[in-house]
T-cell receptor, first 112, second 113 residues
């Protein structure tokens, strides 16, 4: 079956620290992988995506690389800001199928 | 602003009642998705419509139903409401099928008392 596992939060970092949020997946076939971010009181926004193995998605200083051999799509950012405080969701969409499978979300708190 | 609109923003109702949530997709998007977000269950996919037809079903209860109209807006109907139905309900839209990212609306917060 299809599923996504994310590291449990909350993750608390100081401003300018390095961020890694782990995400691993189980899927049949070759899914597309996504990271979404949810700021307080808002809906989910697409942060980045990758559609095939070894693709790297990047946006706003965040990066994630689609690793088929380790079935992972870890989110990284070199220097976090207070404004990055939010909940981050890893998700997969199976090939040729519209349904998203979301991870449980990881809350990030960045302190000044 | 994702371009997806949802109304109402907040809804408070009593157990046993019925409510309708409305979603307008981004201009040009044919697919609409409904999700439920609760503290204990996380973000769960409920149902998808594409150009008026049901396309995929997730963890949607029999008390819940949805439809997509010719103008592509969608409604999610929740009936015989229970306390456990209290959650954020999100609508998302996408242009088409596999691999397309989804754009989420701001959500409707439903509180059942």
């Amino acid at each position: 079956g299809n599923s996504v596992t994310q590291m449990e939060g909350p993750v608390t970092l100081s401003e300018e620290a390095f961020l890694t949020i782990n995400c691993t997946y189980t899927a049949t076939g070759y899914p597309s992988l996504f990271w979404y971010v949810q700021y307080p009181g808002e809906g989910l926004q697409l942060l980045l995506k990758a559609t095939k193995a070894d693709d790297k998605g990047s946006n706003k200083g965040f990066e994630a690389t689609y690793r088929k051999e380790t079935t992972s799509f870890h989110l990284e950012k070199g220097s976090v800001q207070v404004s990055d405080s939010a909940v981050y969701f890893c998700a997969l969409m199976p090939y040729n199928f519209n349904k998203f499978y979301f991870g449980s979300g990881t809350k990030l708190n960045v302190k000044p | 602003d994702s371009g997806v609109t949802q109304t109402p923003k907040h809804l408070i109702t009593a157990t046993g009642q019925r409510v309708t949530l409305r979603c307008s997709p981004r201009s040009g998007d044919l697919s609409v998705y409904w999700y439920q977000q609760s503290l204990d269950q996380g973000l769960q996919f409920l149902i998808q419509y594409y150009n008026g037809e049901e396309r995929a079903k997730g963890n949607i209860l029999e008390r819940f139903s949805a439809q997509q109209f010719p103008d592509l807006h969608s409604e999610l109907n929740l009936s015989s409401l229970e306390l456990g139905d209290s959650a954020l309900y999100f609508c998302a839209s996408s242009v088409q099928g596999a691999g397309s990212e989804q754009y989420f609306g701001p959500g409707t917060r439903l509180t059942v008392t």
